[in-house]
């Protein structure tokens, strides 16, 4: 700066125009910034912005120096003897300027004849324009002082800020008693102002994963508002200097800390932006992680991001108890909700106070708060704690309660199982809150049920059931922030914490249900096709009484609405509506659920196979999508993993002959296999078993097992007759059996995509050949079959497509397998 200082006297000395001047400012001012990055490194947060302050002060210094010179030549008066003064406002003021902030200044001056002090005024101002600073700039007569800070409470907080920078000191008293007048002039309406400003703000900027560091709740206007009234009272520079019984030092300390943190997250914002920027957006937070040191990561940046979070609320917390200390005697409390004040000493009688509070809304009273902090508690909850713990849950406004915890940084104490999601980002571009605050905004949506269907469904649960629904919806994300499936470690902390809170059996192992399977009515409505019976199944197996269907329904919803603002829209509602009501239907169909459930069981068990992971994706999908649930009921997964892979090499048609204990013939077919030739030819042996299973890509898989063992001969034959089956234009005499009608059951209700037909009669030779030859004359595609023979009976059971060949034709098809035409 000496090297500068030296060129500017040199400039003066040769009268150089004040452009000329100005470019050295400008190039020292631009070397400047372009260092900042490197100076930040080595310094400390409001460190670094004081350092900064003092750089834009030589500056102005200069400025005015330059202008003195420019004006009164080498018979320049003493500064004192000017009636100008340089004032710094706003954060420059309180020498917390961040790097591109606006630099708030003031030039005050008295309008005394014989200084032409406005013309001076224009020479600072113009030379500081043509250095390319961010200026923001009042000029005003120190008589102008009072009256200007009654136009605006925004001017008023700036004045009251000031700070002396260079000129005449004369000027700057009068200008201090002027303030000091301003202090003074109506507090409580300065105060009420404020506050409602504040309020407004904290609805406008509330504490997201994308917070506002300067406007929103737990930023800087927070901290600033404390000083702000504070100095209106007792004139202090800083927060630390208010009395102590305002602001305590084993207060202050955390608050400290947190402040110092946001003001070097707030530098490195501006540094990493090369803008003014106070929102934290997602997309900064690797660049701005970096400049405050932490690793090159994920786990990195969600640590940073977590810090963060915590700070804001250690700002709102420690703001909101001095706040309330310095102006107790000037605001009253608010109408619109129950305002409670501490009662009890010991920290369980404060929770017993707040749970029987909590019969309507309420807030805490910041005294609340503060006995919450101080109040005597054991190391971690004790079988009391547990006991008030657990009333909790029962009450119609347990957010009340659970808010006013989390406002006090104590919910992962009353409840461990949230300790890990406390201030936890969510970086997953759907998200907008933290963890816990998402799980409040939760409890709150179902405390508030907006939908009066949902809220029916709601209010017809039992009282525990609605408790134990309650405890669901705030610990549904309990798992997250761990490396195993946060759907699981939920439900495994859920059913710990419900059984200290002595919840009934029944209930935790619905919850445990609930919470494992949270987030997968919205995925299903919003991904599946909700017309496709096979999904609506599936999803209901999951949940099979209307009980059970109509809490997912709720937690659902609840989830949804505290994400953030319009993700739970009309649309999606509808799906989910519609989702629940085809769910509701498929209850009915006891048999179908239950082999779905089966089925996911073991689509579940084949996600983990390390052959199954070994496949390509488009693979993994292929198996998972196939239609035929008797594939995964009937066949372990390295058996469906061995099939599918024979799929998935086929060209025409494949088939497997083992005849170790007894003949069993695979065939897995893309052509037409006219399966009711084969079973004739080989009518002398009994079939007792047969699967058919739908794959993917239009190709079947087909297994039959014979009662006998096939002679040596006879397996050259069979092979013969196998490739044969695949040309349809064979054909064969079969007997014909004898089925009674009273022998043949259709189901054409069985579900919405399939029938089922069954045959209960005498085993006979050519009985099966019969049947599956009559359907491939009529077209009926057969879905799956089971063929079973016990005691000379067969019990076969055939799912068959709904393709319009089958139902229309029922009467014809009994008729034909009974021969009574």
């Known amino acids: 700066m000496n090297k ?5 006297e040199e400039l003066l000395y040769s009268n150089a125009p004040h452009f000329e001047i100005a470019k050295v400012l400008k190039k020292d001012i631009k070397c400047y910034f372009d260092t900042l990055e490197e100076t930040f490194t080595t310094s400390g947060g409001k460190d670094f912005l004081v350092k900064h302050t003092k750089k834009i002060d030589t500056v102005l210094k200069l400025v005015y120096q330059v202008a003195q010179r420019d004006m009164f030549g080498n018979y320049a008066p003493l500064k004192n003897a000017i009636p100008l003064a340089l004032v710094a406002l706003g954060s420059y003021g309180r020498e917390q300027l961040c790097v591109y902030s606006d630099i708030d200044l003031m030039i005050v001056y008295k309008d005394i004849p014989g200084y032409n002090v406005k013309e001076m005024i224009e020479k600072i101002l113009y030379i500081l324009w043509d250095t390319g600073l961010k200026l923001g700039h009042r000029v005003h007569t120190v008589e102008d002082l009072y009256a200007v800070s009654k136009t605006d409470i925004t001017i008023k907080t700036a004045l009251i800020e000031s700070r002396f920078i260079d000129g005449s ?17 109506e507090p409580e309406a300065f105060i009420r102002l404020k506050l409602e400003e504040q309020a407004y703000k904290h609805r406008r900027f509330p504490l997201t994963m994308e917070p ?38 084993k207060e202050y300390r955390p608050f400290r800390i947190a402040l110092e943190f946001l003001f070097r997250v707030r530098s490195a914002l501006h540094l990493a932006t090369h803008k003014k920027e106070d929102k934290l957006r997602l997309d900064l937070i690797p660049a701005i992680a970096t400049l405050l040191g932490y690793e090159a990561s994920k786990e990195g940046h969600m640590k940073f991001a977590k810090k963060v979070t915590e700070s804001l609320k250690v700002i709102r917390l420690y703001s909101t108890i001095w706040l309330e200390r310095l102006t107790r005697d000037y605001i009253t409390p608010h109408t619109d909700k129950k305002c409670i004040y501490p009662k009890e000493a010991d920290f369980n009688g404060l929770l017993q106070q707040l749970c029987t509070s909590a019969d309507e809304p309420f807030y805490a009273h910041p ?29 119609p406004h347990a957010y009340s309660i659970l808010s006013t915890l989390s406002f006090c940084g104590l919910l992962k104490y009353v409840i461990p199982p949230v300790k890990k999601i406390v201030d936890l980002p969510q970086f997953d571009g ?91 009515m919205s995925n299903v409505a919003q991904r599946e096709d909700l017309y496709n019976e096979k999904v609506i199944i599936a999803f209901a197996s999951h949940f099979k009484t ?29 799906l989910i509506r519609i989702l629940y009501q085809r769910s509701l239907e498929a209850l009915d169909h006891t048999m179908m659920i239950d082999e779905a459930a089966k089925r996911i069981k073991k689509e579940q068990s084949l996600k983990r196979n390390a052959d199954f992971l070994a496949l390509s994706r488009t693979q993994q999908r292929k198996i998972l999508q196939i239609p035929s649930d008797l594939l995964f009921l009937r066949y372990r997964p390295k058996r469906i993993i061995a099939i599918a892979r024979k799929a998935f090499e086929l060209e025409n048609y494949a088939f497997l002959i083992s005849n170790e204990n007894n003949l069993v013939i695979e065939v897995i077919r893309k052509e037409s296999f006219n399966l009711g030739y084969f079973l004739a030819k080989l009518s002398a042996f009994d079939v007792v078993n047969m699967d058919i299973c739908k794959l993917f890509d239009d190709l079947k898989y087909f297994k039959i097992d014979f009662s006998v063992k096939a002679n040596e001969e006879d397996l050259m034959l069979i092979e013969n007759i196998l490739h044969k089956s695949f040309d349809p234009k064979q054909k064969s005499t079969m007997p014909t059996p004898i089925i009674k009608k009273n022998e043949i059951e259709i189901d054409c209700e069985h579900s919405k995509t399939y029938a089922m037909m069954k045959l209960h009669t005498n085993n006979q030779k050519g009985l099966l050949a019969y ?51």
């Open 430 to 520: 759907y998200h907008q809150y933290a963890v816990d605050i998402h799980s409040l905004r939760c409890v709150y949506s179902l405390e508030q049920i907006e939908d009066p269907f949902i809220e029916s469904l709601y209010l017809r649960l039992g009282k525990e059931e609605k408790a134990m629904l309650k405890l669901v919806v705030f610990l549904h994300d309990a798992g997250k922030g761990r490396k195993r499936d946060h759907h699981l470690v939920g439900a495994s902390l859920f059913k710990v914490f419900a059984k200290k809170l002595q919840f009934e059996p029944t209930l935790i192992q619905m919850g445990e249900r609930l919470i494992h399977y949270h987030t997968l």
């Open 546 to 574: 209307k009980k059970l269907l109509d809490m997912i329904y709720i937690l659902t919803y609840a989830d949804m609405n505290g994400v953030g603002k319009d993700i739970y829209t009309s649309f999606n509602a509808r």
């Open 169 to 185: 000191h004369f000027v700057w008293t009068e200008t201090e008693n002027a303030i000091a007048k301003i202090r003074h002039d």
């Open 771 to 821: 049947t599956i030859n009559l359907f491939d004359i009529m077209g009926i595609d057969i879905v799956s079959a089971k063929i079973h023979t016990l005691k000379k009976r067969v019990r076969d059971l055939f799912l068959i497509e709904k393709n319009g060949n089958f139902c229309h034709n029922t009467d014809t098809i009994i008729n034909k397998l009974s021969r009574e035409e």
């Open 367 to 395: 005294v609340f708060f503060k006995q919450l902090l101080v109040a005597d508690r054991p190391e971690r909850p004790d079988d009391t704690l547990y006991q008030t713990i657990h009333a909790f849950f029962y009450r």
């Open 212 to 249: 506002n560091l300067k406007e929103g709740v737990g930023g800087f206007r927070d901290a600033n508002l404390v000083f702000w009234i504070g100095k209106i009272f007792y004139n202090v520079d800083s927060i630390r200097e208010l009395p102590a019984e305002i602001v305590e030092e």
């Open 4 to 8: 500068v200082k030296a060129q500017i």
